[in-house]
């Protein structure tokens, strides 16, 4: 099974700051990797698939880089609505395996 | 457009079954493999199951394997979870999702409202 650890498990940011969320998989899930953000009361959204490729209506700020082990979120400039918990998925190995997720909470 | 409308949640004692349904519309849903996912009260996301288009493969995450069946009628554009053996780790919020398309595992891009489980005496 392949862990997918993603750090840190809490981020306090301010709207307007950059946000950069890390998710390292236990071994090389190629660019089989997926983002997805996820509100109290929610379902999860799909922000990134492909580790790289925004999803359907997702806004520029959102990007995904990484291939292999090392994956990275990044939201350019946080706005009121980005606060929320994201989760990476790999999708290359089964079982599809989920990270733990990142807190993204106001400072 | 895309809609999936998850149900049959409910209280359960243990040991307990229960049958979760999808009810999904807005797409050709013969053509799709689905998914369930699940989410523990306060936790993070589970896979649990996945079957293809036809229902020809299953694939089971190793915590419900043998309890748990997936399924679909794609005469009624439905999917189904039994769920048998219900243990108080089973809890939690069951979503079904649909890939974004293609043969190999694609990332979910809609998802079921999800139907709450509670395993409880």
């Known amino acids: 099974e392949v862990l997918l650890t993603q750090s840190p498990a809490t981020l306090s940011l301010s709207p307007g700051e950059r946000a950069t969320l890390s998710c390292r998989a236990s071994?090389?899930?190629?660019?089989?990797l997926a983002w997805y953000q996820q509100k109290p009361g929610q379902a999860p959204r799909l922000l990134i698939y492909?580790?790289?490729n925004r999803a359907v209506g997702i806004p520029a700020r959102f990007s995904g880089s990484g291939s292999g082990t090392d994956f990275t979120l990044t939201v350019s400039s946080l706005e009121p609505e980005d606060f929320a918990v994201y989760y990476c998925?790999?999708?290359?190995?089964?079982?599809?395996?989920f990270g733990g997720g990142t807190n993204l909470e106001i400072k | 457009q895309v809609q999936l409308v998850d149900s049959g949640g409910g209280v359960v004692q243990p040991g307990g079954s229960l049958r979760l349904s999808c009810a999904a519309s807005?797409?050709?849903?013969?053509?799709?493999?689905m998914y369930w996912v699940r989410q523990a009260p306060g936790k993070g996301l589970e896979w649990v199951a996945y079957?293809?288009?036809?229902?020809?493969?299953?694939f089971y995450s190793d915590s419900v394997k043998g309890r748990f069946t997936i399924s679909r009628d794609n005469t009624k554009n439905t999917l189904y979870l039994h769920m048998n053996g219900l243990k108080g780790d089973d809890t939690a919020m069951y979503y079904c999702?649909?890939?974004?398309?293609?043969?190999?595992?694609?990332?979910?891009?809609?998802w079921g409202q999800g139907t709450l489980v509670s395993v409880s005496s």
């Open positions: 999702a649909k890939p974004r398309g293609g043969m190999a595992p694609q990332p979910f891009d809609n």
């Open positions: 807005g797409f050709i849903f013969s053509t799709f493999g």
């Open positions: 079957i293809a288009y036809d229902g020809s493969r299953t």
């Open positions: 071994q090389s899930v190629s660019s089989n």
């Open positions: 492909d580790a790289s």
């Open positions: 998925q790999q999708l290359s190995n089964w079982p599809l395996t």
